[in-house]
């Protein structure tokens, strides 16, 4: 089984930045995706980022050139870099690792991002 443990949410204003953590217990080179994902009250769970072991990004349309998908891998971390924030960017983010075999899918236990003035 693997834990993911997301973490950096919170309230910002428009305009604003937010950096969010995901700490894996196994080693994130290991699976065919790590990534980001967001669901909004009444939404149904969206695509924000995804980052392959060979360093291949994947962004949805509405955040390319504002958010930006990072990892260490020394501490199986992957991190979301996200700036210019907009109040359609509120949602809860959920950090995801697929593995190769069926493309099984972890995820982690969600992390509020609220923006508002």
């Known amino acids: 089984q693997v834990q993911l443990v997301e973490s950096g949410g919170g309230l910002v204003q428009p305009g604003g930045s937010l950096r969010l953590s995901c700490a894996a217990s196994?080693?994130?080179?290991?699976?065919?995706?790590m990534g980001w994902y967001r669901q909004a009250p009444g939404n149904q769970r969206e695509l924000v980022a995804t980052?392959?072991?060979?360093?291949?990004?994947n962004y949805a349309d509405s955040v390319k050139g504002r958010f930006t998908i990072s990892r260490d891998n020394a501490r199986n971390t992957v991190y979301l870099q996200m700036n210019s924030l907009k109040p359609e960017d509120t949602a809860v983010y959920y950090c995801?690792?697929?593995?190769?075999?069926?493309?099984?899918?972890?995820w982690g236990q969600g992390t509020q991002v609220t923006v508002s003035s």
């Open positions: 196994r080693n994130i080179l290991n699976f065919k995706t």
């Open positions: 980052l392959t072991p060979g360093g291949s990004t």
């Open positions: 995801n690792a697929r593995e190769y075999v069926g493309n099984y899918d972890y």
